[in-house]
Every structure is written in structure tokens, then in C-alpha cells.
């Protein structure tokens, strides 16, 4: 009898400890769930002002009231929801500015979706306007498939709906249009 009154107790004190474990397990897996909340994200910094430099040289300076770091999901981005002003440099320091109200950068693709009031202005004064445009980092090209309009350094000016251009706007294909352009004669 003593025999089971001790198997029966070791047996009890097994099931409460067996039942605190997975108890506790299922509250750390809840307080987990917390810390990656996938609605949220991972950081979020304020007045930002980013300087990336190669060799020495600055090559952009990223300038943002806001943003918003979710580089821990699967398909890792930046948002920028309170807009941003990014300039940067060419090989000959030459600078190009793009302003948006609105900004998200995709990790993975490298491509930047920029909305609301986009202005790009490269270093030789051409001017782009648009709603909304993609820049395609690896490959250095701007697109979009809305109504922009440009106004180039030769005076040239053309609006139109969709567009693609590389990064310094000297190869410019414009899918319709209307405008003026600036021609030469030769005497």
C-alpha cells in the first residue's frame, strides 16, 4: 500500500509538472506572437538624415521626417509615409534630388515606388513631375505609367502618360505625348 500511495503521488506531481511546462510554453509562444507582430514594424526612426559614402565620397543623403523599417518580413521594405527628399551624387559629385510625399523601398527587388508630388531634379536643371514612378536601382531606370510632364534643360517640354528613362533622363521614352521641342537648324 505504501508502494502505490508513493507511485500514485509521484504520478501527481509528474501530471502538475508536465501541465505547468506546456502551460508555460503556450504563454511564451503568446508573448512571441507579440514581439512579431506583422502589422508592425521592426523599428521606426524619426528626423532622418542618411548619408551613404563609398570610398570616402558621399554618394546619396536620404533626408525623411519618417520611417518605417519592416525589413524582418519575408518581402523586406522601408516606408517612408511622411515623404522624403533623397539626393544623390554622380562620379563627378553632380547632384540629382528627388522629392515624393510618400515612399516605399523593396529590399529583395531594389525598386522604389515613390507617390505624391514626385519632382526629380538631375544636376543639368532637367525637371520631372508625376503622381507616381518606379526607380529600378540595379538596373538604373525611372518608369511610370501616369500622366508626368518634363521640362528639359534645352527647354524642351512634354507631358504625357507613361514613360521610361534611365537615371540621368539623357534616354527618355515617353509612351504618349504632346509638347515642345527645341530643334537646331544648321545655317
Known amino acids: 500500500m505504501l508502494k502505490t500511495y508513493r507511485n500514485h503521488r509521484i504520478s501527481i506531481v509528474v501530471i502538475l509538472f508536465t501541465t505547468m511546462l506546456f502551460s508555460c510554453q503556450d504563454r511564451l509562444n503568446e508573448v512571441r506572437k507579440w514581439d512579431v507582430d506583422e502589422g508592425k514594424p521592426q523599428t521606426a526612426g524619426k528626423g532622418i538624415n542618411l548619408f551613404y559614402t563609398d570610398s570616402g565620397a558621399v554618394k546619396a543623403n536620404l533626408r525623411t521626417p519618417l520611417m518605417h523599417d519592416f525589413t524582418h518580413l519575408e518581402f523586406a521594405y522601408r516606408e517612408f509615409p511622411e515623404g522624403l527628399e533623397l539626393d544623390f551624387f554622380d562620379d563627378q559629385n553632380k547632384k540629382n534630388t528627388i522629392i515624393a ?83 537646331e537648324e544648321n545655317e
Open 101 to 183: 510625399d510618400y515612399g516605399i523601398m523593396y529590399e529583395k527587388t531594389d525598386l522604389v515606388d515613390l507617390q505624391g508630388n514626385v519632382v526629380i531634379t538631375t544636376a543639368d536643371s532637367t525637371v520631372l513631375n508625376a503622381n507616381q514612378l518606379y526607380w529600378d536601382q540595379k538596373r538604373g531606370w525611372v518608369f511610370s505609367d501616369i500622366n508626368y510632364n518634363i521640362k528639359l534643360n534645352n527647354g524642351a517640354l512634354n507631358e504625357g502618360e507613361g514613360f521610361d528613362a534611365n537615371e540621368k533622363f539623357d534616354k527618355f521614352i515617353s509612351r504618349s505625348n504632346k509638347g515642345v521641342q527645341i530643334v
